[in-house]
T-cell receptor, first 112, second 113 residues
Framework: GIQVEQSPPDLILQEGANSTLRCNFS?????LQWFHQNPWGQLINLFY???GTKQNGRLSATTVATERYSLLYISSSQTTDSGVYFC??????????????FGRGTQLTVWP | SQTIHQWPATLVQPVGSPLSLECTVE??????LYWYRQAAGRGLQLLFY??????ISSEVPQNLSASRPQDRQFILSSKKLLLSDSGFYLC????????????FGPGTRLTVL
């Protein structure tokens, strides 16, 4: 399978601060997704980003596929940003194709 | 638009009892369907995936089984639950012509006592 490592495992911020979450993966990928898991457990799609840069409001993401990493940027954080952020990748060949491999997530806590 | 439903939302079952969790998708046809489990400690583990009716691939040998009786219905079952089956079960769907991006249901929280 594909190994996915996320850092940091935990992050505590004050409201208004910026942060960067990192995702490293061990093989070439077809698909990379970032999710936010809210306190009720729902996994919310943030980005589908196998390569390049995307922005959505205060969130943006960059994937450098050739170097096998992705970054998620959160600017001007709000308390509602709290939760666990997951990175997940799909391989591009053989048994790694068609399934997502998840990292262990980054637990983000934003204090008012 | 597409919607994914899971039920029940929460379940408390005794050890040795059977299990049936259901997942249905609306608004798309011939989706790929997935069952994941999230135990304490955050990681998500793929249990089963299906690319069509009656086609099930198992990722991890365990006490669970899956079935896909209809195109947009995916069922997770067990004949006899173990304590270690406790966790948060998530169903997901994707379609190949949308880059196989996966979308998740609200989940079922299962506690085995």
């Amino acid at each position: 399978g594909i190994q996915v490592e996320q850092s940091p495992p935990d992050l505590i911020l004050q409201e208004g601060a910026n942060s960067t979450l990192r995702c490293n993966f061990s093989d070439s990928v077809n698909n990379l997704q970032w999710f936010h898991q809210n306190p009720w457990g729902q996994l919310i799609n943030l980005f589908y980003i196998p390569s390049g840069t995307k922005q959505n409001g205060r969130l943006s993401a960059t994937t450098v596929a050739t170097e096998r990493y992705s970054l998620l940027y959160i600017s001007s954080s709000q308390t509602t940003d709290s939760g666990v952020y997951f990175c997940a990748v799909e391989g591009d060949r053989g048994s790694t194709l068609g399934r997502l491999y998840f990292g262990r997530g980054t637990q983000l806590t934003v204090w008012p | 638009s597409q919607t994914i439903h899971q039920w029940p939302a929460t379940l408390v079952q005794p050890v040795g009892s059977p299990l049936s969790l259901e997942c249905t998708v609306e608004g798309t046809s011939n989706p790929n369907l997935y069952w994941y489990r999230q135990a304490a400690g955050r990681g998500l583990q793929l249990l089963f995936y299906s690319v069509g009716i009656g086609q099930i691939s198992s990722e991890v040998p365990q006490n669970l089984s899956a079935s896909r009786p209809q195109d947009r219905q995916f069922i997770l079952s067990s004949k006899k639950l173990l304590l270690s089956d406790s966790g948060f079960y998530l169903c997901a769907w994707s379609v190949w012509d949308h880059y196989n991006e996966q979308f998740f249901g609200p989940g079922t929280r299962l506690t085995v006592l």
